[in-house]
Every structure is written in C-alpha cells, then in structure tokens.
C-alpha cells in the first residue's frame, strides 16, 4: 500500500482528496501548514506528496526545494496543487523538482490519473543498464547518471526519463502528445506546454548540449547529434 501526503490549508479539499485517496486504496497522511508537512515528509518518507503552492508557514516551493535538496526525501515525488495557473508558476514549481502541477479546480479523475503516473515513473527500471551517448552527452540507464563533456548532469526523474526518451529515439521527431504519453505515462488533460516547460529545464542543465534538442514549430521536438 503506498502512503500520500497530502499538504494543503483548505480543509474541505483536503479532506475531499483524503477520501477519494482512501477509496483508492492508498495510506494517507495529512498536514494543514506548512510546517507541519514539512516535518511529517521528513519524519515519514511518503511514497508521494500532493504540495500545495501557497501554505501558511512554509510555501509550498520552499518546501520542494528543501525535500528536494535533502539526500533522504529527493526521491519523493511532489505533485504541486495550486489555483495559479499562470506559465511563470508552473516553471518555478518545475524549478524546484516538482515532478507534476495540477490547476484548481479539477477532477479526481485527473488528480488519481497523475498520481498513478507520477508513482509509476518513480519506480526502478528493471532493465539491463546500458551507456547510451549522443554528442557529448552520456547516459547511464543502470545508474540513471547523465554526464555531459564528463560532468555529471543532475536531473529529475521527469527530466531524465524525457532525455532518455528523446536520446532513444535520436534524429526522430516526437510530438507532444507522444511524449506525455511515454515520459509522463498517461493522456494528458489540458495543457501541453508541460512538455515545454520541461525541455526548456533540461536545455538549461545541459548546457551547450542542450542545443541538441531542437524544436519541430507546431509539432514536437527531436534530438540531433549535430
């Protein structure tokens, strides 16, 4: 049985989002500020936190980035929720390593669908490691490392598993749909500029070889070595 946190102030969504949780077979816990979030992810390690972005206490960004930054927590998915859904929000979210950003209002269809898909991203690969390479760039799918000119790359996991997706299919256009599909690991309701979002994250990291992703104009993206 995998643990939720949830940490969000509106007690009425909280609760709603702890039933439907339960329904579903999770173990929930939940914190009203956020402190105590903070504190309860530290002490109990969930298998997912559901943040809120605007928290009395402790906003949810500083939140991410401290778990984030912390060796013990880094590996929790966080599903940022918030009522702002401007780009510049959805960006600062992916820039402290929330690994999804969910839009009130919303469906539990939605939220159960991105909780699945974010849990199953999470997990171990169970495929032999290989080194894959593209330009400068290196990929260790045993260790999930990314170097690139011999200096390692640190990424999320949504960000790897996007350069890996792009790198295993090098010099071949993919679209939107089809990255959210393989990366994120569902049809996605609403917005496709999350896979923007991402690309223009994993360009920075990357560098000067982050000019290897290039943008198809009203289609996708691909990787090329040159």
């Not at 032999?128 to 200096?151: N, Y």
């Not at 640190?154 to 990255?179: C, F, M, P, S």
């Amino acid at each position: 049985m995998k643990t939720i946190l949830i940490i969000e102030d509106e007690r009425d969504l909280l609760d709603l989002i702890a039933f439907n949780l339960e329904r579903e077979g999770y173990r929930v816990l939940t914190a009203d500020d956020g402190k105590d979030g903070l504190q309860t992810a530290k002490s109990r390690h969930p298998d997912l936190i559901i943040l809120d972005l605007m928290l009395p206490g402790i906003m949810g960004t500083d939140i991410c980035k401290i778990l984030k930054n912390n060796e013990k927590t880094a590996n929790i998915p966080i599903i940022m929720l918030t009522a702002k859904g401007e780009e510049i929000d959805r960006v600062v979210g992916f820039e402290v390593g929330a690994d999804d950003y969910v839009v009130k209002p919303f469906s539990n269809r939605e939220l159960m669908l991105r909780i699945r898909a974010v849990l199953r991203r999470s997990e171990p690969d169970n495929k032999e490691g290989k080194i894959l390479t593209a330009g400068p760039i290196s990929i260790d799918t045993g260790r999930h490392v990314v170097t690139s000119a011999g200096e390692e790359i640190v990424l999320t996991t949504t960000e790897y598993k996007l350069l890996l997706n792009l790198a295993e299919r090098l010099g071949r256009v993919q679209n939107r749909d089809l990255l959210l599909k393989n990366v994120w690991g569902y049809n996605y309701i609403g917005d496709t500029r999350t896979v923007d979002t991402h690309i223009t994250r994993l360009r920075t990291k990357l560098g000067s070889a982050g000019e290897m992703i290039k943008t198809v104009r009203g289609f996708g993206y691909k990787m090329e070595e040159s």
